[in-house]
């Protein structure tokens, strides 16, 4: 089984030390063997596992779930479990792109007010102030 060091293991994965090391403190990759010196070595179970955790932040999976995840991983009776926690992130998500085109929305129309406006001062400021001039379509 090959070994290699924390750096090593950061660099094939793009995860940053401290990050490995908080990870494993909070029980998300095994501890990894240590040497004479006290220096970490990994191996490819841990460099597997890293992948999955570092894919499921980049999907935005919160620590949570994937301590769940890895759980349900371990077992060969998950059932639909883990598409339940996918299902729950997904609406997640998607309720985040709704705020987050109300959001672009609402600042287009902040902009417009302000690019449009017949005097020289710009309507972002009143805007900010009265959230109504937001609300309307210019």
Do not use: W
């Not at 935005?60 to 991983?73: A, C, H, K, P």
């Not at 609406?91 to 902040?110: D, P, T």
């Amino acid at each position: 089984m090959q070994n290699f060091s924390i750096g090593k293991l950061s660099e094939q994965t793009g995860c940053k030390i401290p990050t490995i090391r908080y990870y494993e403190d909070e029980g998300l990759i095994q501890q990894p063997y240590r040497t004479e010196g006290n220096q970490r070595r990994y191996n490819r179970e841990h460099l597997k596992r890293l992948s999955f955790i570092m894919h499921s932040r980049e999907l935005g999976f919160t620590l949570d779930e994937i301590r769940e995840l890895i759980g349900l991983s371990n077992n060969e009776h998950v059932g639909h479990d883990a598409d339940l926690i996918a299902e729950k992130h997904f609406q997640s998500v998607e309720r985040k792109i709704a705020r987050l085109q109300s959001l672009s929305k609402e600042l287009r129309n902040m902009l417009d007010a302000c690019s449009h406006a017949e005097t020289d001062r710009c309507k972002v400021i009143e805007a900010l102030f009265d959230h109504s001039l937001c609300l309307n379509e210019h």
